[in-house]
Nanobody
Framework: QLQLVESGGDLVQPGGSLRLSCAGSGFRTGYTVQFYAVAWFRQAPGKEREGLSCISTTGGTNYADSVKGRVTISRDNAKNTVYLQISYRTPGGTGVYYC???????????????????WGQGTQVTDTS
């Protein structure tokens, strides 16, 4: 059973940045994170979960319009980890950030809709401005 663990959440202010990590474990024999399409989501207090970015198994990326230019998603296959680099230019970054994954080898497609089978427990980011 695939397990995802997020880390890197912290206190932030406008002008700051964070790199969040999503580490995978428990892969099927012969599988790595590269066989999974992975997405990042944010859930602000009192709001629905919002898709931010995703990376497909072939390395294609998508970004929500709300974060384009401020967010970069990347993957380290050797570490079975997907990263989300975020720049905070305005207030409003507070929330729990989740990563999620679907097994989808060889596909260039990924989605920021919350349709994934595997989810992490989230990491907290708090805007102190």
């Amino acid at each position: 059973q695939l397990q995802l663990v997020e880390s890197g959440g912290d206190l932030v202010q406008p002008g700051g940045s964070l790199r969040l990590s999503c580490a995978g474990s428990g892969f099927r024999t012969g599988y790595t994170v590269q066989f999974y399409a992975v997405a990042w989501f944010r859930q602000a207090p009192g709001k629905e979960r919002e898709g931010l970015s995703c990376i497909s198994t072939t390395g294609g990326t998508n970004y929500a319009d709300s974060v384009k230019g401020r967010v970069t998603i990347s993957r380290d296959n050797a570490k079975n980890t997907v990263y989300l680099q975020i720049s905070y230019r305005t207030p409003g970054g507070t929330g729990v950030y989740y990563c999620a994954a679907n097994l989808n080898p060889g596909s260039p497609i990924c989605t920021v809709q919350p349709q994934h089978n595997y989810w992490g427990q989230g990491t907290q980011v708090t805007d102190t401005s």
